[in-house]
């Protein structure tokens, strides 16, 4: 697979370690890896597609299954069984295109209205009083999650580049653990994972960033950011 602007006619070739004989390796545009779809473009767009089918056949199931879904058993069924889904490996394909970001949220949206007495209210509304947040703020959520663990050496394995700026005063005002934006040339690359996250996490204030555990981090956060309106509203509707 060939990734970038740049056209290469560069052909590839592997050597079997047991007869020598060189083989030639055909050129393809969408590979899936560990579940990832992970095509030439970096879109995701087959990866997502996916996952929304996926989703809405066990959504299918559910509502063949019961008849009459109160509250508390939907919420139960579908943060176990549909939501997971939708989010799995979210980190590496961050949808870019609104298209995307909304056909995920429509799975969400539709599954509310499974629910008899909410099916008249909003979707924001739905949510708030199912305690659900947007599937757009999951990712955001993730993401600040994933930058703790990062920072704080909780995942051990090869870092993301994720440059600190320098200890001046003036790059300290917010939180101590401010990181410094990298420039990126392309829409793609601001949507890698140790771009896209600087803005938020730089905007959070030191005694969330410092918190001594994850699940203090979490709950800081969640505090933090629970009267921000894109919590239960995301912005691709």
Known sequence: MKIGPKKSDAKYHMTNSAD??????????LEKDLGVHIDDKL????????????ANRVLGVIRRTFQNLDKETFVQLYKSLVRPILEYG???????????????????????????SLKELS????LR?????????????????????YLKGIYITQKPNLHKPP???????????K?????????????????????????????VVTADSVNCFKARLDSHWKDTSSVYTPSCY
């Open 43 to 54: 879109s995701f767009k087959e990866h997502i597609t996916t996952s929304v089918s996926k």
């Open 129 to 149: 009083i199912l305690g659900i947040p947007c599937l757009q703020h999951r990712r955001r959520r993730g993401d600040m999650i994933d930058t703790f663990k």
């Open 90 to 116: 979210h980190s590496v394909w961050n949808p870019q295109a609104k298209g995307l970001c909304k056909d995920l949220e429509n799975v969400q949206r539709r599954a509310t209205r499974m629910i008899g």
């Open 123 to 126: 979707y924001s509304e739905r």
């Open 167 to 177: 200890p001046t005063e003036r790059d300290m005002r917010g939180n101590s653990l």
């Open 20 to 29: 020598g004989v060189q083989h030639d390796l055909s050129e393809t545009t």
């Open 179 to 207: 990181l410094f934006k990298n420039f990126a040339k392309s829409k793609v690359r601001s949507a890698f994972f140790a771009d896209r996250v600087v803005f938020d996490w730089n905007t959070l204030p030191d005694n």
